[in-house]
């Protein structure tokens, strides 16, 4: 993967400035990494919306089944999908207006990272929210 994808500027940038967090694959269950991240960045001030085909609530949050449901202005798109559903997420995001996606460790879609930085958006790719918080000075 380019390093392109990882910039610390943009990385420490979403981190600091975001607020609002729209989380694709979240559910209820407390043992995947959606649910964790989503958690770690709700406990540090982030709002999250969770974002599955379920739209139950996860973590007091009401849940959408699509990130064109969601009201609210998103500033990052967390994809919690498998890396071949990570580019129709993307494009989701362009359209419903995000600021910003972001791909977990293991999504790795440089031809969808490319089409939402063309489009304007901040991306990261391959990196852990947690880890990343974690390292931020």
């Known amino acids: 993967m380019s390093a392109e994808f990882a910039d610390q500027q943009v990385i420490k940038k979403l981190l600091n ?10 559910s209820d269950n407390p043992e995947r990494d959606a ?15 969770p974002v599955h085909p379920a739209a139950g609530e996860v973590l007091g949050e009401r849940g959408y089944a699509s990130l064109a449901e969601v009201p609210d202005e998103i500033d990052v798109v967390g994809i919690y999908r498998r890396t071949e559903f990570a580019g129709a997420v993307v494009d989701e995001a362009v359209a419903a207006g995000a600021k910003a ?5 293991d999504v790795v879609d440089e031809d969808a990272a490319r089409r ?22």
């Open 17 to 26: 400035e975001s607020r609002t967090w729209a989380f694709v694959g979240l």
């Open 35 to 49: 649910f964790q991240q989503a958690r770690l960045l709700q406990q540090r001030g982030k709002r999250i919306v």
């Open 101 to 105: 996606v972001w791909m977990p460790l």
């Open 116 to 137: 939402a930085r063309d489009a304007g958006l901040d991306v990261v790719m391959d990196r852990c929210p947690g880890v990343e918080w974690a390292l931020r000075r």
